[in-house]
């Protein structure tokens, strides 16, 4: 009896020791892929602060990241479709307009990478997330002029661009 009581104990303490490893491994994960992107502090807040990254492996991390930052890109674009609406100056609407071009294409290109994750052609996944990565970038290139960005599109489109550099990070380790 005394033997099995001891054997149940081992056996607790190293199931124990291991869950501690293990999650260990994971946050090091987060801060590993992280420290990678250009954006560290937008990567450990989006990824530590959803709840689904627990436990995850790096394809579990690049779908939590899409689907971060599709919900990201909706967001800027929304916003953008606010700032067209009430903009009164026609410089200022032109730009607009051709920011909503782009924030639809990168919606697009977002929502195609779940499949190429999926079937991991992790090589589509980086183009395409590339490709989702330069519509912000693009949007904030037509303000190179007065009159200005708005403060908070640009930090919008500051927030989207650093979260799709995480999925670019792991498409690149996923590739290996």
């Known amino acids: 009896m005394k033997l099995s009581y001891i054997s149940a104990l081992f056996?607790?303490?190293?199931l124990l020791s291991i869950s501690f490893t293990l999650t260990?491994?994971?946050?090091?994960?987060?801060?590993?892929?992280?420290?990678?992107?250009?954006?560290?502090?937008?990567?450990?807040?989006?990824?530590?602060?959803?709840?689904?990254?627990?436990?995850?492996?790096?394809?579990?991390?690049?779908?939590?990241?899409?689907?971060?930052?599709?919900?990201n890109m909706q967001s800027a674009h929304d916003l953008v479709n606010t700032l067209?609406?009430?903009?009164?100056?026609?410089?200022?609407?032109?730009?607009y307009s051709s920011c909503l071009e782009n924030y639809n294409d990168g919606i697009d290109d977002l929502r195609g990478l779940p499949a190429l994750l999926k079937f991991r052609d992790y090589a589509g996944l980086n183009i395409h997330a590339s490709a989702a990565l330069d519509d912000p970038s693009t949007c904030d290139d037509n303000f190179s002029d007065l009159p200005a960005e708005a403060p908070q599109l640009k930090a919008a489109s500051d927030k989207v661009q650093g979260l799709i550099g995480i999925i670019l990070v792991i498409s690149n380790l996923l590739k290996g």
Do not use: Y
Not at 11 to 14: D, G, K, P, Q
Not at 25 to 36: E, F, G, P
């Open 11 to 14: 056996l607790l303490v190293s």
């Open 24 to 71: 260990s491994v994971r946050a090091d994960l987060i801060s590993d892929v992280c420290s990678k992107t250009q954006k560290p502090a937008i990567c450990l807040s989006a990824l530590r602060g959803d709840s689904r990254s627990k436990g995850a492996n790096l394809e579990g991390l690049a779908a939590i990241s899409i689907d971060i930052s599709l919900k």
């Open 84 to 95: 067209f609406k009430q903009a009164t100056d026609p410089k200022l609407k032109t730009r």
